[in-house]
């Protein structure tokens, strides 16, 4: 099914945005208006491609993008110089004045990629691997007094910015706190 979530601070371009999508079988299934609201709206479905405009209520496309990192996917509507102010190379853009069938056609593509993309992580972290994240992520609850959110976007920031995989930053976690308690 697909989860798309519109994103607009103003009521006009979200609506509009909407029945674009409804007429070519798209149901958003949330809109919002904020950029929390929209990441939130992901977390909870598991996945989901968002599409906005450049600048939301509460945070920029590319702090959106940021946020919902490897579940989700950003599709931002702007004029030209806005989208030339996005810096995070996995957003797609389209242009405005809004074409229809770009934006279905940019929505159907996108709709596959992130079916395949969530399906190509799912299967390439054994058990063992997952059980380490999950460990990870509890003793960050447990020792910074985090949400499971806040842990995993802790994680995931630790990777973006090493570069190391999700995993790798797992262990470097499990082991950092494993020498602090020797």
């Not at 806005?82 to 996108?110: A, H």
């Not at 007094?145 to 995993?152: L, Q, Y």
Request: with cysteine; proline share 3%.
């Amino acid at each position: 099914m697909d989860s798309i979530i519109v994103a607009f601070s103003n009521d006009n371009n979200r609506n509009r945005i909407a029945e674009i999508l409804e007429s070519g079988n798209h149901i958003p299934r949330k809109l919002c208006r904020s950029g929390k609201e929209a990441i939130r709206t992901v977390r909870e479905l598991g996945r989901g491609i968002v599409v906005c405009g450049y600048k939301l209520t509460d945070m920029t496309a590319d702090d959106l993008a940021y946020d919902i990192g490897d579940i989700g996917m950003v599709l931002v509507i702007a004029p030209p110089t806005m989208l030339d102010m996005c810096e995070n190379t996995s957003i797609c853009k389209i242009p405005t004045p809004l074409k229809r069938s770009e934006l279905l056609s940019s929505v159907e593509m996108l709709i596959d990629l992130n079916v395949s993309k969530s399906a190509s992580i799912k299967s390439q972290r054994s058990d063992e691997e997952k059980e380490i994240i999950l460990k990870a992520k509890a003793l960050l609850m447990e020792k910074r007094s985090m949400t499971e959110p806040e842990a995993h976007r802790y994680m995931q920031k630790r990777s973006m910015d090493s570069g190391f995989k999700l995993i790798s930053t797992a262990r470097l976690i499990l082991s950092a706190y494993a020498a602090k308690a020797d």
